[in-house]
């Protein structure tokens, strides 16, 4: 799993400021990929439950990436404004327009085993961009203080 080098942003809450986590990611790393975003959510303020449900979002993510997405994806992690935030994107076929009109903006109508419920019951934040070119997944969850050092 290659990580990316910290690299600082001015723009806005959900754009990245410091980069935690920069990797492309397939079958064979879900399990890699699932431990460090779990070793990084703690170490970014998120503990007990809200470590364990953001990892389960990502986790749902990545597989949903690898199963229905073309097989490989990207993911970026990353904290701003007392949140943690990740970015997954694919270069799928994109979702079908009626998942899509199920996700409006009231929250998603889908039944409640999908992947886009268990993710957006997670996180505190999600955000979807999709289109034939692939899907962007845009998670966050409120983080409490950083650990002192």
């Known amino acids: 799993m290659d990580t990316a080098r910290p ?7 959900q ?18 990929v699932r431990e460090q975003i779990r070793a990084l959510a703690v170490g970014q303020g998120l503990h007990d439950d809200q470590s364990h449900r953001f990892v389960l979002a990502v986790h749902e ?6 199963r229905h997405g073309g097989g490989h994806g990207q993911l970026l992690l990353w904290r701003r404004a ?9 270069h ?3 979702f079908p327009a009626t998942v899509l ?3 409006e903006v009231t929250g998603l109508a889908v039944p409640a085993w999908s992947g886009l419920q268990i993710i957006q019951r997670a996180c505190t934040g999600l955000d979807i961009t999709t289109d034939s070119t692939g899907t962007r997944l845009l998670l966050s969850h409120r983080a409490g203080p950083l650990p002192a050092p």
């Open 15 to 32: 754009s990245p400021g410091r980069v935690l986590m920069a990797c492309w990611f397939g079958r064979a790393l879900l399990g890699p």
């Open 92 to 94: 799928g076929p994109g």
């Open 61 to 66: 993510a990545v597989t949903n990436v690898v």
């Open 7 to 13: 690299v600082t942003s001015a723009g806005g809450p």
């Open 82 to 90: 007392g949140h943690v935030w990740c970015e997954i994107s694919d």
């Open 101 to 103: 009109s199920a996700a």
